[in-house]
C-alpha cells in the first residue's frame, strides 16, 4: 500500500522537489558542524521528493531519520523503494541525497529563525502530540505559546460573499478580544477575514496553518497578512523551506487546523469546498462543529447550510461560539452611525436581502421603478448600508 493512502493524499510518484536549489545547499559543502541533531535529519528526509507525512512516517518506520539518509545513498533498498511506491520516486530521492548538504540545510532553518519541532521531543506541542495523526516534524515561526489555550478554526471558501467576509472578520475580531485563538489556512476569503479581525483586535495572537514551506507564501496576495500573523502570533506547517504549496499537502494541513482547535466554524462553504474536509477531520476528533447560516439561494451557503440540516450548531456570532467553549464575551454595545434611509431605500434594502443582486433584481422584487430603484442605491451606498461591485449590489452589516 502507498505510504499516501494512510492520509487518502494523493502524493505525487515524480517530481515536486523542495526549492532547495535556489537556496544553493548542494553548491558549498558546509563546515563541520559536529552531531547534528534528530530535527536537522528530519529536515533532510522532508526535503525529498513527494515525502509528505504518511511517507515521512512510513520512512520512520524503517529506522531512525540519520539511518534511512544513509540508506538511501545505497544503489537499492527493498524496503525504501516500497515506500517510495516506484522505482523512479526511489531514484528521485538518492538524487537529492547526493546534491543535499544535511548541515548547510540545518543551518539555513536555523538562520531564518525557523523553529523546528521533533514528536517527542519536549519542544513539541502538546496539543498535537496527542492527535490521532501528529506531524512526524513541525515547523514554525513566531511564537509557538500562541496556540496555547482555547482555539478555533474559522474557515469557509475563498469565493466568499460580502456578507461572509464580513462576519469571519467580525467572528475573528471578537473571538481574538475574547482570549480565543483564532487559526485559519491563510487562503483568500473567508480565511483572511477572519486573521485579518483576529490581528485588529490586538489581543489574543493569531495563528496560521500552511500548505507550503514558511518561505513559499501562498497565496501571493496575502503575503502581508501572512507577515502580520508570523509576527503578531504563529505560522505552523509540516513542510520544510522551499517546499512550494502543492495540492496535495493542504488535505494534510487541514487535519493540523482540526487537532489544534475545540471548535469549526464554517462560515461560507460551497458543497464540495475544502472546508468540509477540514469538517470531516474535525469530526474524526470529535471536534465541535458550527456552521454560520446563510441564504438558501446562495452557492456560497451551501455547505453550511447541509450541516445545518444535519444536525450542526448554528453560529450567529462569536457570542455562540464562545457558549460552545464556555468562555464570556464582554458587553460592548454595537452602535450603528449611518442616517435611517428613507421609505423608498428601505424597500430597496428590504428587497436586496443578504444575498447579492443586481439592480433589475430588486427592481422586480420591490415593484419600485428602475429611476426610484437607481437614486435609493446610490444614497445607501453613500450612507454606507450597500456596496457596489460592478452590476452586483450587496447589504453592509453595521
Known amino acids: 500500500m502507498p505510504a499516501s493512502d494512510a492520509l487518502n493524499i494523493p502524493e505525487a510518484n515524480g517530481g515536486g522537489h523542495v526549492g532547495w536549489h535556489k ?35 512510513a520512512l520512520l518506520d524503517i529506522a531512525e531519520p540519520e539511518a534511512v539518509w544513509e540508506r538511501l545513498q545505497v544503489n537499492s533498498d527493498k524496503e525504501l523503494v516500497a515506500v517510495a511506491g516506484s522505482y523512479q520516486l526511489f531514484e528521485s530521492w538518492r538524487r537529492c541525497v547526493r546534491e543535499v548538504d544535511v548541515a548547510l ?19 513539541y506541542p502538546q496539543v498535537l ?33 460580502r456578507y461572509g467576509s464580513e462576519v469571519a472578520f467580525d467572528l475573528g475580531r471578537d473571538l481574538a478580544k475574547a482570549g480565543v485563538g483564532v487559526v485559519s489556512g491563510l487562503a483568500l476569503g473567508i480565511d483572511a477575514a477572519a486573521h485579518a479581525g ?53 488535505p494534510a494541513r487541514n487535519r493540523i487546523i482540526a487537532a489544534l482547535v475545540d471548535v469549526v466554524v464554517v462560515v461560507e462553504s460551497h458543497a464540495k469546498g475544502g472546508s468540509m474536509h477540514t469538517v470531516t477531520e474535525a469530526l474524526k476528533r470529535d471536534k465541535y462543529v458550527m456552521a454560520v447560516p446563510g441564504p438558501v439561494r446562495s452557492s456560497a451557503s451551501n455547505g453550511c447550510i447541509e450541516l445545518l440540516a444535519d444536525g450542526g450548531a448554528p453560529c450567529r456570532d462569536a457570542g455562540d461560539v464562545l457558549l460552545a467553549l464556555g468562555v464570556s464575551l464582554p458587553e460592548t454595545p454595537k452602535l450603528d452611525y449611518r442616517p435611517q434611509p428613507n421609505t423608498i431605500g428601505q424597500q430597496v434594502l428590504d428587497a436586496l436581502g443578504w444575498q447579492p443582486a443586481d439592480a433589475e433584481q430588486i427592481q422586480a422584487r420591490s415593484g419600485l421603478v428602475m429611476t426610484q430603484v437607481a437614486c435609493a442605491i446610490e444614497e445607501l451606498r453613500a450612507a454606507g448600508w450597500v456596496a457596489v461591485s460592478g452590476r452586483w449590489i450587496e447589504q453592509v452589516a453595521p
Do not use: M
Open 23 to 57: 537556496h544553493g545547499l548542494g553548491q558549498h559543502p558546509s563546515e563541520p558542524t559536529g552531531e547534528l541533531p534528530l530535527e536537522a535529519w528530519l529536515v533532510a528526509l522532508a526535503v525529498l521528493p513527494a515525502v509528505g507525512p504518511a511517507r515521512l512516517r
Open 105 to 123: 540545510l540545518w543551518s539555513l532553518h536555523r538562520s531564518q529563525d525557523i523553529g523546528v519541532a521533533a514528536l517527542g521531543t519536549p519542544s
Open 129 to 161: 502530540a496527542a492527535d490521532i495523526e501528529p506531524p512526524v516534524v513541525l515547523f514554525h515561526q513566531g511564537d509557538l505559546s500562541a496556540i496555547a489555550g482555547p482555539c478555533v478554526a474559522i474557515v469557509g471558501t475563498r469565493r466568499c460573499t
Open 198 to 250: 483576529a490581528l485588529e483586535a490586538a489581543a489574543k495572537p493569531p495563528i496560521g496553518v500552511v500548505g507550503s514551506g514558511l518561505d513559499q507564501v501562498y497565496p501571493e496576495r496575502n503575503r502581508s497578512l501572512w507577515r502580520a500573523v508570523a509576527e503578531a502570533g504563529v505560522l505552523l506547517g509540516e513542510a520544510p523551506l522551499g517546499a512550494a504549496p502543492e495540492r496535495w499537502r493542504f
